[in-house]
């Protein structure tokens, strides 16, 4: 019974740490910190395998006041933080100033999430950090702060438009190359079939006939 209790407090205290982000607690989660975030299905394999290290990462940098790494449940409460930053495939990790992610290309094991949580979670320029930017960074940050929040909601929305532009054009012009694909495909397989029933076949059948004779004779 021992044995089990300090087990199941070993447990509790490897996930105390754990971060699970949804739209009621983002803003006051993230608010000043850079993050790293894991948007996740909890039924995917994948997933699975991730959570040892993914917990441990967590639980090392759970006392920081300017980084945080925490978890989305697209399944779950978390949807909608997966649908407004463009998740499409589990896990997807971003990272970088929460109302900007950018998405992660790096290895996941510990040692590879470790090193890039290290090298790249820092404070970065924003409305938040401000005297992190630079003056062209200041100037353009102030001009949006003096927008009205209608012209500010206008003008992101204008920006996710070229975005979604940008998205529809590329899958449009995939299914172009997949239709010339099965186009040509089919052109080949015809042209084939035409052909070996032109004789093709026959003619190799005669050949080796042929030399069968001439072997004989010799």
Same mark, same amino acid.
């Not at 909890?42 to 959570?51: H, I, N, W």
């Not at 495939?89 to 109302?99: N, Q």
């Not at 890039?116 to 003056?135: H, M, Q, R, T, W």
């Not at 035409?194 to 072997?215: C, F, I, R, Y």
């Given at each position: 019974?021992k044995?089990?209790?300090?087990?199941?407090?070993?447990?509790?205290?490897?996930?105390?740490?754990? +971060? %699970?982000?949804?739209? =009621?607690?983002?803003?006051?989660?993230?608010?000043?910190?850079?993050? #790293? +975030?894991?948007?996740?299905?909890?039924g995917?394999?994948?997933?699975?395998?991730?959570?040892? =290290?993914?917990?441990?990462?967590?639980?090392?940098?759970?006392?920081?006041?300017?980084?945080? +790494?925490?978890?989305v449940?697209?399944?779950?409460?978390?949807?909608?933080l997966?649908?407004?930053?463009?998740? @499409?495939?589990?896990?997807t +990790?971003?990272?970088?100033?929460?109302?900007?992610?950018? =998405?992660?290309?790096?290895? @996941?094991?510990?040692?590879?999430? @470790? !090193?890039?949580?290290?090298?790249?979670l820092?404070?970065?320029?924003?409305?938040?950090?401000i005297?992190?930017?630079?003056?062209?960074k200041?100037?353009?940050?102030?001009?949006f702060?003096?927008?009205?929040?209608?012209?500010?909601?206008?003008?992101?929305?204008?920006?996710?438009?070229?975005?979604e532009?940008?998205?529809?054009?590329?899958?449009?012009e995939?299914?172009?190359?997949?239709?010339?694909?099965?186009? #040509?495909s089919?052109?080949?397989?015809? !042209?084939?079939?035409?052909?070996?029933a032109?004789?093709?076949?026959?003619?190799?059948?005669?050949?080796?006939?042929?030399?069968? %004779?001439?072997?004989?004779?010799?």
């Amino acid at each position: 019974m021992k044995v089990s209790a300090l087990l199941f407090a070993a447990a509790g205290f490897a996930t105390a740490s754990a +971060i %699970e982000l949804t739209p =009621d607690n983002w803003e006051a989660e993230t608010s000043g910190k850079t993050v #790293l +975030i894991k948007f996740q299905a909890l039924g995917e394999a994948t997933v699975k395998k991730m959570k040892p =290290d993914w917990d441990k990462l967590m639980e090392e940098f759970s006392g920081s006041a300017t980084q945080l +790494i925490g978890d989305v449940d697209c399944t779950a409460d978390g949807k909608p933080l997966c649908d407004a930053n463009g998740v @499409r495939g589990y896990p997807t +990790i971003k990272y970088g100033d929460p109302s900007d992610l950018q =998405d992660y290309q790096g290895g @996941r094991d510990l040692d590879a999430l @470790r !090193k890039f949580a290290e090298e790249n979670l820092k404070p970065v320029c924003s409305p938040a950090n401000i005297d992190l930017c630079d003056d062209d960074k200041k100037k353009e940050i102030e001009g949006f702060m003096a927008l009205s929040a209608a012209d500010l909601d206008a003008k992101i929305a204008e920006e996710e438009k070229k975005l979604e532009e940008a998205e529809e054009f590329f899958k449009d012009e995939v299914q172009k190359l997949q239709d010339t694909y099965q186009k #040509l495909s089919t052109e080949k397989d015809e !042209k084939l079939a035409a052909v070996k029933a032109a004789g093709l076949g026959l003619m190799k059948s005669v050949k080796g006939a042929k030399a069968k %004779e001439t072997k004989d004779e010799l």
